[in-house]
């Protein structure tokens, strides 16, 4: 691997992590498992604690924890899950959902930032480049919910961090 090619990529990794971080806590006045806790049950309402525990990287009792800080913030409830009564789900709030649209936004406008010097043509070069390198991290569905813990899934259409988890993977 060439090195300057490899402290490129890693320093733009870090650029576009602190901006989209920065953006983050400026909306939610805070980064990390909370902004992405509101973010992953926005894409995915009605998960349990251990569907949120995976993607976020979190021990059972820290994803408690967390679950318990949103509910405490207002931002989530728990409810019962109708399919199975053993199995509680957390809902995000009207206000949780409203929080969730806005760090989106801020994510989106941190990583646009980021791309703005990039003609159409080099932003879609960009995206075949960094889809295939996506590509080539995903070995499965937990690493695809991780990748994606702060994606507007909608946005991608066809994603190709889902694409690349296999069929047996599931």
């Known amino acids: 691997?060439?090195?300057?090619?490899?402290?490129?990529?890693?320093?733009?990794?870090?650029?576009?992590?602190?901006?989209?971080?920065?953006?983050?806590?400026?909306v939610a006045g805070h980064a990390g498992a909370m902004a992405a806790g509101v973010s992953y049950l926005y894409q995915e309402p009605d998960c349990g604690i251990e569907d949120?525990?995976?993607?976020?990287?979190?021990?059972?009792p820290a994803a408690v924890r967390l679950v318990n800080q949103l509910v405490e913030a207002g931002l989530a409830r728990r409810a019962d899950?109708?399919?199975?009564?053993?199995?509680?789900?957390?809902?995000?709030t009207e206000r949780g959902r409203a929080l969730a649209r806005r760090i989106l936004a801020a994510r989106r406008e941190a990583v646009d930032r980021m791309?703005?010097?990039?003609?159409e043509r080099d932003q879609r070069l960009l995206t075949d480049l960094v889809s295939t390198m996506l590509a080539g991290v995903t070995a499965d569905r937990a690493d695809a919910e991780r990748l994606c813990r702060l994606c507007d899934v909608p946005a991608c259409g066809a994603c190709p961090v889902e694409a690349a988890v296999p069929d047996d993977a599931a």
């Open 115 to 119: 791309l703005g010097p990039l003609s």
């Open 1 to 26: 691997m060439d090195e300057a090619v490899n402290n490129l990529v890693g320093t733009f990794g870090l650029a576009v992590g602190d901006a989209v971080n920065a953006a983050v806590a400026e």
């Open 81 to 92: 899950d109708e399919r199975d009564a053993r199995r509680v789900c957390v809902r995000l």
């Open 52 to 60: 949120l525990r995976a993607p976020l990287g979190l021990s059972q």
